[in-house]
């Protein structure tokens, strides 16, 4: 921030003492001081300001400078196409008193009196104005300066609220993505998971039912084989116990028990084959073969248990998706919060832009009022750095283009 300052009479002892004292003031000092004393309609007042802000910009110090190393001075007069040259300038200074000592360094005083061949004793008693008026302005003009930092301030708090808005917001959106793409993925896993557990008992079925339509067939071949095994077994001790009547008995009926046709035990046979070629039939898809049942039913446990690892990642995805939910939310919520912070200070800064606009029209105002009481020079440059404040305020509210 530039420091409040009067332009207070310069200090010394004679004439030359007093070109150094106003050598020793910033760019702006100086400039303001010799266009006081010479006005001259002004004609070169906004060369003298290019001047000054050229040279601020190639002081370390900027604002607060006062005057130019050697090589900047070069610059300095490159940038302006000037034909003079430090060392004339120098000289020439020398010759009229105004310098009576070797100088490492260039002022702009000492350059725009040599440029405008200004008689430099009239210029450090040249009159300044009412210095109680030029403060008041001085602290107005000091005040919209102020006001002007607050607002761009501002407006780059309010900028940077926006941009983490904008990225809250983004991260809101990645959030709610990423839980959607789990969820989907979650439901893809659980169709997945069912579709192997239908497909295994597809492939387990027809295996099952030929299966037990066999085994039914075995058991009831065992039990009429048995059945008759019995009678035989029966028979034949009977045929050895008793008497021998009985024992004949006992004989006869053995062997007409094995002369006669099982039809029972046949049938049983007859539906045992049949059910065999059935389970055959049935495992046809499976390359048709009674031997491969058993690598056929290690397929159907295999799906099974591909089916059930199916079924565990989806639920583990289904709480991939749920956690997703709720970072996407909490990123949700976030970004509300950050474009609520952006809002209010967006209205921060356009509340700090309104008071910088009644700051520099109050400036204005004093400005005006003044001016025919204080020097052409000053009142000039004033209207200029307000006139420069107005840049930055927007076209709604009074500003102008940056020309």
Do not use: C
């Amino acid at each position: 921030k530039k420091k409040k300052r009067k332009m207070a009479a310069l200090s010394g002892a004679n004439e030359s003492e007093k070109l150094a004292s106003l050598a020793s003031r910033p760019y702006a000092d100086q400039a303001k001081w010799f266009l006081n004393a010479n006005w001259n309609d002004g004609r070169e007042a906004e060369k003298v300001w290019s001047y000054v802000h050229y040279m601020q910009d190639l002081d370390d110090k900027k604002a607060e400078g006062n005057q130019l190393d050697e090589m900047q001075a070069h610059r300095f007069l490159e940038k302006f196409n000037e034909t003079l040259t430090v060392q004339s300038m120098r000289d020439r200074l020398r010759s009229t008193g105004a310098v009576t000592t070797s100088l490492r360094n260039v002022p702009l005083v000492h350059l725009l009196i040599f440029k405008y061949n200004a008689d430099w004793r009239h210029l450090v008693n040249a009159p300044q104005g009412n210095q109680q008026e030029i403060a008041k302005a001085q602290a107005l003009l000091d005040e919209v300066q102020a006001a002007f930092e607050e607002a761009d301030a501002s407006a780059q708090r309010a900028a940077a609220a926006l941009r983490e808005a904008q990225a809250q917001e983004a991260e809101a959106k990645r959030a709610e993505a990423a839980a959607k793409a789990r969820e989907a993925e979650a439901r893809e896993r659980e169709a997945e998971a069912i579709a192997r557990e239908d497909e295994a008992r597809v492939q387990e079925a027809p295996f099952k039912a030929a299966q037990e339509e066999v085994d039914n067939a075995l058991a009831e071949v065992k039990s009429q084989e048995d059945a008759r095994n019995a009678r035989t077994a029966e028979l034949q001790q009977k045929s050895t116990q008793g008497g021998v009547v009985q024992q004949n008995k006992a004989k006869n009926e053995l062997a007409q028990h094995l002369g006669e046709d099982p039809l029972p035990l046949r049938k049983a046979k007859i539906t045992l084959e049949a059910a065999l070629k059935r389970a055959e039939k049935a495992r046809a898809p499976f390359e048709a073969a009674l031997r491969q049942a058993e690598a056929a039913r290690a397929v159907a446990e295999q799906a099974a248990h591909e089916a059930s690892a199916a079924r565990d990642a989806a639920s583990n995805a289904a709480r991939q998706a749920e956690q997703a939910a709720h970072q996407a939310e909490a990123a949700a919520k976030r970004a509300a919060a950050a474009r609520e912070q952006s809002e209010e200070a967006k209205a921060e800064a356009e509340a700090a832009v309104e008071a910088a606009r009644q700051r520099l029209e109050e400036a204005e105002a004093y400005l005006e009022e003044v001016k025919a009481r204080i020097p052409h020079g000053t009142q000039w440059w004033m209207e200029r750095e307000l006139h420069e404040r107005r840049k930055f305020l927007p076209k709604s509210r009074g500003g102008i283009d940056k020309k």
